[in-house]
């Protein structure tokens, strides 16, 4: 995925931190009684941002003033320069938005779709006999963890997406 989107896997080990921490933050929630922090908008637009200053910082490194050129689309005309940095900084920063709100989106999804799930399972455990409990409860086990996995697998591909702008 890495060598897909952003060509070098220099940055591996920064996703796949991305990528566990997440995961673990996710996991903490199939806890009893405890809280999930990536269902937190704050926290989750908060990781966004950061991840958009950290890209931010270093393609400014890399390309030094050639950077800003990424905010002026070629051939266009000198009139329009100042109206088109201005939308293509707000759509810059948009990005980071958008990384935040799917992220808290998928995650929050997730949840609701796990407590449907559970709860219509709860329902039809008066109707399954015992000796089926140990292969349904296997199986939403299962399902959990697809689930959450393909929330995380979604949010490091929209990460290594946005630092696609360095290169």
Same mark, same amino acid.
Do not use: D, N, P, T
């Given at each position: 995925m890495? %060598? *897909?989107?952003?060509?070098? *896997?220099i940055y591996l080990p920064f996703i796949y931190s991305l990528f566990f921490f997440i995961l673990i933050s996710n996991l903490i929630g199939n806890i009893p009684y405890s809280y999930t922090i990536t269902t937190s908008v704050i926290v989750t637009?908060?990781?966004s941002f950061t991840i958009l200053t950290g890209v931010t910082?270093?393609?400014l490194y890399i390309h030094r003033l050639h #950077? #800003?050129?990424?905010?002026?689309p070629s051939g266009t005309p000198l009139a329009l320069v100042p109206l088109l940095v201005l939308i293509e900084t707000v759509s810059?920063?948009? %990005?980071?938005?958008?990384l935040g709100i799917r992220l808290f989106a998928n995650m929050v999804?997730?949840?609701?779709l796990l407590k449907y799930y559970l709860l219509s399972y709860i329902k039809c455990l008066v109707v399954v006999y015992y000796s089926y409990f140990h292969f349904n409860? #296997?199986?939403?086990?299962?399902?959990?963890m697809w689930i959450r996995?393909?929330?995380?697998?979604?949010?490091?591909?929209?990460?290594?997406?946005?630092?696609n702008i360095i290169y």
């Open positions: 890495v %060598r *897909e989107q952003l060509g070098k *896997e637009i908060g990781l910082i270093l393609g #950077f #800003f050129s990424y905010f002026v810059y920063l948009a %990005r980071a938005l958008s999804a997730g949840h609701s409860s #296997f199986c939403i086990l299962l399902s959990i996995s393909s929330c995380i697998y979604y949010s490091s591909l929209c990460i290594c997406i946005i630092s």
